[in-house]
């Protein structure tokens, strides 16, 4: 009788990252590969470390929202405004109306830009090059207003504590109204490319697929979360700004997986435009800030708020000490979680989707990292 | 400054009431969210007690604050069905600095508690793996700890 | 070459030595070309102006891009298998050049015969069968390069070629059945006529699976998997620096034009223009060259530029998912498509009949799809 | 059936988008060649901070050291000297543009305002400026003193592109960096 001969086989340890061209930044994947089939992942974080919370700690009130947009740089209008409502919470400080309501405009602009910078590289990840281009294009159109407002493209320091920096040139809102009016356009342009393409859909449906439950262990937030069915969007559940006058939607997804996540970032994008266009017709003439001493200082007391940026809530946890610097800032960034997620999602499936996969989740490294 | 609780605040700290769990006074933070005193050895147990009767699954953020005398655990936990903040908290004397681990109650948990440590040198009971997370592996100090210095001087 | 051959009378040898180098030389600048061409039509796609710095234009741009490789240093990684590392990207692209041995570039008119360097009566055969080639320079150059990236390049590589030669093949044995020949040359003539004679035609379905193969086959989007730089950083030539890669860059863009000269001449009638052509240039030599050789590299050109397009459009499939594509569409297509032909060369009106079948096929698809149309995921509001 | 049905709808699906790709083709170009051609830069644009003079050429800075102490990355070293009229000279005005942010605080906090209206950014001793081009070899290139300063305010001031509204400056541009480059290296 033959003997049964056991065959051994021996896994791959492969290293993606930190060079590799589509780590979203610098993250490092340990990956333990069974052929192409993931047996285990470890995230390897920290690459971009820079030290944003010790940097809170020395610098004043007024310093830092120069320097927090530098803690999540593509929706950099976001992490701004948190620090500042921040303080502005805690030492019960009301904001001018006109600041509200040109900070939630902004923040829904940046939440379009942001979405389309992911669509890009999206795809990009996915194998298709042109919708980068075409999303860029379109980031530029509000990367143009941005610039327009506040003098930069990129690291706005838009908010301060007390309202914001730069009130509208007298062009901006016929910019914005231009923009409204193409952009929609462009949406469907996007869409005819991807959502009912074949390639895409064979990409996207059914891969990555978690349930409610899992994310809510591991504080998925966001999109990534919306796409399981659960409507936690805290815009609607904890009304910030102007987020209670306004009317838009918040969509759900149905199965968890990548195509819902795509379509739900599409459906974001066309919500914000309907909010975009609430606030310019609603934008309330008078003060963007109220007159603060010189030297700002915020009583002591702590505060947690939660934003609700494209990748999920970001929050801010300040504790101040009645000084000119917070004592603790803790920023909590979703995707600090979704990287923690990430292994738990990737097991068992192929190497052509780690991108895939972690590309839905929509990631940036220098918000893991702070 | 706003110490009153807010509407949901309000609610949660009445569920917390109905479910007679040992924790302290009720406190209102800046933004209206109950803040809860525990000691450390019952934090574990009142974690389990607020996740399984109270429906609070998602640990939105965890924290530690370094005080003069002692270190501070902020656990912030968010209600989904009454959308709002609840707030937990435990301290230990400054020379010890060891609490007990929520991984397993909160999976959330497990990278906050290792960026705490990579932060600030408090160490977890029954982590499945406190290592540096944020900053390299052989780094020796704990730099968000206030006596860490902020070395302004280097070049570029 | 028979008019070639008659004027100059050299052994046959040296004729075919002579071809070799025209092919060779000739294939250089064409491939640059498409580079170029590639860089500046990606770039209209999305509403930028391509390569716009060296030269007028920005057309000496690949010339500066093969200088800069030329003269880059060429590296071997340490511990890679030496020999191999080096044989890989000559077996990669002799393969490609080879193919233009049989490849018809257009016709002296009359009898003179076509241009070509040698019409084997095997001619589709050898095309196909050299072609496949490449996957072992593919494979080669995954294992040599001692990285994990390039090995699964590689791996992948093979999968793919394996997968796709099988539908590949079974596409132009259709064509064969209705030529009657495995000559390119006949292939061709068989199609004269006008348009209406034209492969494609008659065989619309064995076309389009003969292009999804071959975009397979020289590994671009949406088949690009054995180099799909956001999974395997650039796969099997990761590790290749200076002449080394360009000569994989070199191979992959005679490829592509080597596929679409194969799709000319099976499908798209090789040298024939679309319609009778007038006697006036059928009867002087150097005319009906230039006028041959100018349709056949304009549907070259077309078919190139279509792949071009599906690149700056489609993202890249999953290698498990080609292989389903290949196993479980494509080839019971093709041997549908296998079947049916045979069923109407039985009958002999197979132009008519092949329009009709493709016809009556797209009108029931159609219904289907509207049928089916209502049930894309949506999000819920 | 279905697998035909779903081919067909894909091949109707992928055509779309080529037709989509196709269609902007014919579409303008929205690259700018930017050595050549530069985008116009809005008003507010924050670039590098500079000094405009006034009209007798000195910085117009009053030596508080303001915008020192709020710059966040703490780019701005003044260093000032009583002189015998027991007024405050600038010795040296430093800004060092390895650090500088291009927040914009110094200009808002900069006490010296114009006299026709007080809330006027470019009536401050201490401007942002239009240039964003500080590309140098080291470090040390980039460390700006009191004369660069009052250089690149004098050249790239909000005040001149109020004067000049959007129009592409490159004439200036290459003499600037010729300018800068000498004193830099000076």
Redesign the interface.
């Given at each position: 009788m033959p003997e049964l001969v056991e065959v051994r086989t021996e896994g791959?340890v492969?290293n993606m990252g930190p060079q590799?061209?589509?780590t979203h930044g610098v993250l490092r994947l340990l990956l333990r590969l069974d052929g192409?089939v993931i047996k285990s992942c470890t995230p390897v974080?920290?690459y971009l470390?820079r030290?944003m919370?010790?940097l809170a700690?020395?610098?004043?009130y007024?310093?830092?929202p120069?320097?927090i947009d530098r803690f999540e740089y593509l929706t950099a209008m976001f992490t701004g405004v948190l620090y500042a409502m921040c303080a502005e919470?805690?030492?019960?400080i009301e904001v001018p109306p006109r600041a509200i309501w040109m900070r939630t405009l902004m923040l829904e602009l940046n939440r379009i830009a942001s979405h389309l910078f992911w669509l890009g590289t999206y795809?990009?990840?996915?194998?298709?090059?042109?919708l980068?281009?075409?999303a860029m294009?379109d980031r530029?159109l509000i990367l143009n207003l941005f610039?327009?407002?506040?003098?930069?493209r990129l690291?706005y320091?838009y908010a301060c504590v007390g309202g914001v920096?730069?009130d509208n040139?007298p062009s901006f809102e016929r910019h914005v109204r231009e923009f409204l009016k193409i952009f929609l356009d462009r949406i469907r342009?996007y869409e005819?490319?991807?959502?009912?393409?074949?390639?895409?859909l064979?990409?996207v449906q059914e891969v990555g697929c978690y349930s409610p439950?899992l994310a809510?262990?591991?504080?998925v937030?966001g999109p990534p979360l919306r796409s399981t069915?659960?409507r936690?969007d805290l815009r609607k559940?904890?009304p910030y700004l102007a987020y209670d006058q306004v009317d838009f939607?918040?969509?759900?997804?149905?199965?968890g997986d990548t195509?819902?996540r795509y379509?739900?970032r599409m459906?974001e994008m066309r919500e914000s435009l309907k909010i975009v266009e609430q606030c310019l017709d609603r934008l309330p003439d008078g003060n963007i800030r109220v007159k603060l001493p010189?030297v700002v200082k915020i009583?002591a007391?702590?505060?947690?708020?939660?934003l609700e940026s494209p990748r999920g809530?970001v929050?801010a946890?300040m504790?101040a000490n009645g000084t000119d610097k917070c004592?603790?800032l803790?920023l909590?960034c979703p995707s600090?979680?979704h990287v923690?997620f990430l292994p738990v999602i990737l097991l068992g499936e192929?190497?052509?989707?780690?991108?895939?996969i972690f590309g839905s989740l929509d990631v940036i490294l220098p918000e893991v990292?702070? | 400054m706003s110490t009153e609780l807010s509407l949901t605040g309000t609610l949660l700290a009445k569920a917390v009431k109905e479910h007679e769990l040992p924790l302290g006074e009720v406190r209102a933070d800046a933004a209206g969210s109950p803040i809860y005193e525990v000691s450390p050895d019952q934090l574990r147990a009142v974690g389990c007690q607020l996740r399984d009767r109270l429906g609070l699954h998602y640990l939105s953020c965890l924290t530690t604050l370094e005080w003069p005398e002692r270190w501070e655990m902020v656990y912030h936990l968010y209600d989904l069905a009454r959308k709002g903040n609840l707030i937990l908290k435990a301290s230990i004397p400054k020379e010890q600095a060891v609490f007990p681990t929520v991984t397993d109650i909160w999976p959330a948990a497990n990278w906050y508690e290792r960026e705490c440590y990579d932060m600030f040198g408090v160490t977890f009971e029954g982590h499945p793996q406190l290592c540096r997370i944020l900053l390299s592996d052989d780094w020796q100090s704990f730099p968000l700890r206030k006596d860490h210095p902020m070395d302004l001087e280097g070049g570029y | 070459m028979n008019l070639l051959q008659s004027l100059l009378n050299l052994p046959e040898p040296l004729m075919g030595a002579i071809g070799a180098l025209l092919i060779t030389l000739g294939m250089l600048p064409v491939a640059a070309m498409l580079v170029l061409w590639e860089r500046i039509f990606l770039g209209k796609l999305t509403q930028r102006p391509g390569p716009n710095r060296v030269g007028p234009r920005g057309l000496l741009q690949t010339i500066a891009d093969a200088l800069k490789l030329l003269t880059k240093e060429d590296f071997t990684p340490k511990d890679a298998d030496r020999i191999l590392f080096f044989l890989a990207p000559l077996i990669f692209i002799v393969p490609s050049f080879l193919v233009f041995a049989v490849v018809p570039f257009g016709h002296f008119g009359g009898t003179h015969g076509p241009v070509l360097i040698a019409d084997l009566r095997t001619g589709i055969f050898f095309m196909v069968a050299v072609f496949s080639l490449h996957t072992v320079g593919i494979l080669m150059a995954g294992w040599a390069s001692n990285n994990k990236y390039s090995l699964l390049g590689g791996i992948r590589g093979v999968a793919q070629a394996i997968s796709y030669e099988l539908p590949l093949i079974f596409s132009f044995l259709g064509i064969l059945i209705l030529s009657g020949s495995m000559s390119t040359v006949d292939i061709i003539k068989a199609q004269g006529g006008g348009l209406h004679n034209w492969f494609f035609l008659a065989q619309p379905v064995a076309f389009l699976v003969y292009l999804a193969c071959s975009v397979a086959e020289v590994n671009r989007v949406p088949f690009d998997i054995p180099e799909a730089e956001s999974e395997l950083v650039s796969g099997f030539n990761t590790e290749y620096s200076g002449m080394r890669f360009a000569m994989f860059f070199l191979a992959e863009y005679v490829s592509l034009f080597a596929t679409a000269a194969i799709a000319t001449i099976v499908f798209l009638g090789g040298w024939l223009a679309p319609f009778p052509e007038p006697a006036v240039i059928t009867g002087s030599t150097l005319g009906y060259f230039f006028w041959s050789a100018g349709w056949f590299l304009l549907k070259v050109f077309t078919l190139v530029t279509l792949a071009m397009w599906v690149r700056g459009t489609l993202p890249r499939l999953r290698a498990d998912q080609l292989m389903d594509f290949a196993w479980k569409f494509l080839v019971p297509v093709v041997l549908v498509n296998l079947f049916v032909t045979g069923l109407l060369a039985l009958w002999g009106r197979w132009a008519v009949a092949g329009g009709l079948w493709l016809a009556l096929l797209l009108w029931a698809l159609y219904g289907q799809s509207r049928a089916a149309k209502a049930e894309r995921r949506q999000v819920v509001y | 059936m279905d697998v035909l049905t779903r081919a067909f709808q894909g091949a109707k699906a992928i055509a779309e988008g080529l037709a989509t790709t196709f269609k902007h083709v014919t579409r303008s170009q929205v690259t700018i060649g930017y050595p050549e051609v530069r985008s116009e830069l809005p008003a507010a644009f924050r670039g590098m901070p500079g000094l405009p003079p006034d009209k007798s050429g000195n910085t117009t800075c009053i030596g508080c050291l303001a915008c020192a102490r709020v710059c966040p990355p703490q780019c701005i070293f003044i260093t000032t000297s009583k002189g015998e009229d027991r007024k405050l000279r600038i010795d040296d005005f430093i800004v060092d543009a390895n650090l500088c942010i291009m927040c914009g605080l110094c200009e808002e906090v900069c006490p010296v305002t114009s006299k026709e209206d007080k809330t006027d950014y470019p009536g401050r001793a201490i401007q942002l400026t239009h240039l964003y081009e500080m590309s140098a070899y080291c470090h040390e290139d980039l460390v700006f003193h009191l004369p660069q300063l009052i250089a690149i305010g004098q050249e790239f001031g909000r005040q001149k592109s109020k004067d000049l509204p959007g129009q592409p400056r490159t004439a200036c541009y290459s003499r600037l960096a010729v300018h800068v480059k000498e004193l830099t290296r000076g």
């Open positions: 791959m492969l590799h061209p589509s192409e974080i920290g470390h030290g919370e010790k700690e020395h610098r004043t007024v310093q830092y120069a320097i919470r805690i030492a019960g795809l990009l990840d996915l194998g298709a090059n042109g980068l281009f075409y294009r530029e610039e327009e407002v506040c003098g930069a690291l320091s920096r730069f040139p342009d005819s490319i991807v959502t009912e393409n074949p390639v895409f064979e990409r439950e809510l262990q591991y504080a937030s069915g659960i936690k559940d904890q939607a918040v969509p759900i997804g149905t199965k195509l819902d379509l739900l459906a010189n009583p007391g702590e505060a947690y708020l939660a809530e929050g946890y504790v004592y603790r803790k909590r600090f979680n923690q192929r190497i052509s989707d780690v991108m895939a990292d702070r | - | - | -």
